[in-house]
């Protein structure tokens, strides 16, 4: 996602089949880190002494971009930056050490340490363990700990998928935010489906057991709160979006297919920030269902 803004997930990405000029990228955020030597479709930096953690996670983000241009088209205008702890606060956008994000052509991912991932084994290990029997089996580790790297170090095809989103590399958004996260959750989901079902368990087992449980007294819970108010609202209330969100996602892929990644790519670039002052919330929704599926006039009534 573009930087991420509270802690949890990131945005924006797009198709952009035929292009032949390079457009710019962020490389303020460059300053400092080694170049991988690869033949990715794209360029890779990572912080000193992090060469073989680098190589294993450009290697997943080169995967998912071979399946995600075949159904979008290329866009390979960007890089992959794998940051150390200590080259977080310099070299990323988002406060939270090795959470994957997008902004502006730089596709972010952490080396080692994700400070979300270590956070939320704290506060599942504060549940009844009979409550939470499932996500040990899932993430726990021989000593017993759980290690959610599991789950949110696979958000970097979140953060991909947005980048498909962003064919100029730029900072606008489009007409709304929370159909840019289930797409970016729908590019998560299809991949993971289609090219490592094993892995699967890593995101769905988080997913449902927070849409099972969710936080008491959320202050915001509907799609046009979150638009509203995407850059005030509290991380826990945020999670709680994208766990959704990620459900929502799984149930498009598996009604619709992959190929639906397309069309509400190019919707989501066609209808930019600007055209919100023409649609009314009705008429975005009507909009929506009519150029990208009609099942999308069911997904937004019975949110």
């Given at each position: 996602m573009k930087a991420i803004i509270i802690g949890f997930v990131g945005l924006l990405g797009i198709s952009c089949a035929g292009k032949s000029e390079q457009v710019p990228v962020d490389t303020s955020k460059h300053v400092g880190l080694v170049t991988l030597e690869s033949e990715?479709?794209?360029?890779?930096?990572?912080?000193?002494?992090?060469?073989?953690?680098?190589?294993?996670?450009?290697?997943?983000?080169?995967?998912?971009?071979?399946?995600?241009?075949?159904?979008?088209?290329?866009?390979?205008?960007?890089?992959?930056?794998?940051?150390?702890?200590?080259?977080?606060?310099?070299?990323?956008?988002?406060?939270?050490?090795?959470?994957?994000?997008?902004?502006?052509?730089?596709?972010?991912?952490?080396?080692?340490?994700?400070?979300?991932?270590?956070?939320?084994?704290?506060?599942?290990?504060?549940?009844?363990?009979?409550?939470?029997?499932k996500i040990y089996e899932v993430y726990g580790n021989n000593a017993g700990e759980l290690d959610m790297r599991l789950f949110f170090d696979k958000l970097a095809i979140h953060e991909l998928t947005h980048n498909f989103q962003?064919?100029?590399?730029?900072?606008?958004?489009?007409?709304?935010?929370?159909?840019?996260?289930?797409?970016?959750?729908?590019?998560?989901?299809?991949?993971?489906?289609?090219?490592?079902?094993e892995e699967l368990k890593y995101i769905l087992t988080l997913v449902d057991f927070s849409c099972s449980n969710p936080p008491p007294d959320l202050q915001y819970t509907s799609l046009e709160d979150f638009d509203t108010h995407y850059f005030d609202i509290e991380p826990t209330n945020y999670g709680q979006y994208q766990m959704r969100f990620t459900q929502a996602a799984q149930h498009i892929i598996d009604s619709l297919g992959?190929?639906?990644?397309?069309?509400?790519?190019?919707?989501?670039?066609?209808?930019?920030?600007?055209?919100?002052?023409?649609?009314?919330?009705?008429?975005?929704?009507?909009?929506?269902?009519?150029?990208?599926?009609?099942?999308?006039?069911?997904?937004?009534?019975?949110?």
């Open positions: 990715h479709p794209f360029q890779v930096l990572y912080s000193e002494g992090h060469l073989p953690e680098t190589k294993k996670r450009a290697a997943l983000v080169a995967e998912a971009y071979t399946y995600l241009s075949q159904i979008m088209g290329d866009k390979k205008d960007f890089y992959v930056l794998v940051l150390s702890q200590n080259d977080w606060a310099d070299n990323a956008y988002s406060p939270a050490p090795g959470m994957p994000e997008y902004y502006k052509g730089n596709l972010i991912t952490g080396a080692g340490t994700n400070a979300l991932a270590d956070d939320y084994a704290d506060l599942l290990a504060s549940f009844p363990k009979e409550h939470t029997e962003d064919p100029k590399n730029g900072e606008g958004y489009s007409i709304s935010r929370w159909l840019e996260e289930v797409h970016a959750n729908m590019g998560l989901y299809a991949f993971y489906k289609e090219k490592r079902p992959a190929d639906i990644l397309k069309p509400l790519n190019d919707f989501i670039i066609q209808y930019d920030e600007s055209t919100k002052e023409k649609y009314s919330t009705a008429e975005f929704h009507v909009l929506l269902a009519d150029k990208v599926h009609p099942y999308f006039a069911d997904f937004v009534d019975t949110w």
